[in-house]
């Protein structure tokens, strides 16, 4: 499911931008892998079970071509979707702690970017914890939306949402305490 996605969407962005906006020119898998705990561990485990070398296989990796990005479609792409990090009023955001096409390791930078900008009392990041791109219950989507809805700025801590997901829906709600890990590969410009 997530490889039909991600193939699916990468056609429509490639249209839409005019061109390729990801590259890994420049990256160096095995320091990016060296920095992933517990991804670390998961991998070379994973490939000693399989009689496979990981040291190998960064190797081979990275004697491979890199693919440069189309500037204009990194552009078109930084002005469509990156944000500055000025929230301006009050905002929620909710993650699935298993989404793996928009991942709480990329998403953490929105918080970061609205800390610089000084606005950190106005975002409340919350997590959910589900598998899969946008995996939420109506409870929780009623919580997400009740907000800018009403205007109210409740309590964000996890039971407190998941009181309101289960009122909302009858199921009980999934939020919980996450921090998510660190995202390696920062845009260029720090965001």
């Known amino acids: 499911m997530f490889l039909a996605l991600a193939v699916s969407s990468r056609w429509a962005i490639e249209q839409v931008t005019g061109g390729n906006p ?25 490939d000693g079970r399989a009689g496979l070398d990981l040291r190998a296989d960064l190797g081979r990796l ?17 002005r469509a979707s990156c944000s500055p990090g000025i929230c301006g009023s009050r905002c929620s955001r909710s993650t699935g702690t298993g989404d793996q096409i928009s991942t709480v390791a990329q998403r953490q930078s ?10 950190e009392s106005l975002l409340r990041q919350t997590y959910v914890q589900t ?4 995996t939420y219950t109506a409870g929780e989507q009623q919580v997400a939306i009740d907000r800018p ?31 998510p890990p660190h995202f390696n590969r920062r845009h260029p410009a720090g965001r």
């Open 110 to 119: 929105y918080g970061a970017l609205v800390r610089r900008a000084g606005d």
């Open 62 to 78: 990275a004697a491979e071509p890199r693919v440069a990005a189309d500037p204009a479609a990194v552009v078109y792409l930084e």
């Open 149 to 179: 809805r009403t205007g109210y700025w409740p309590d964000t801590s996890p039971g407190t949402l998941n009181r309101l997901a289960s009122a909302a829906d009858g199921t009980a709600g999934r939020y919980l305490s996450y921090a």
């Open 22 to 46: 990801s590259w890994n020119t420049g990256v160096g898998y095995a320091r990016q892998l060296s920095m992933a705990a517990p991804s670390q561990q998961n991998a070379g485990q994973l």
């Open 131 to 134: 598998a899969g791109h946008c």
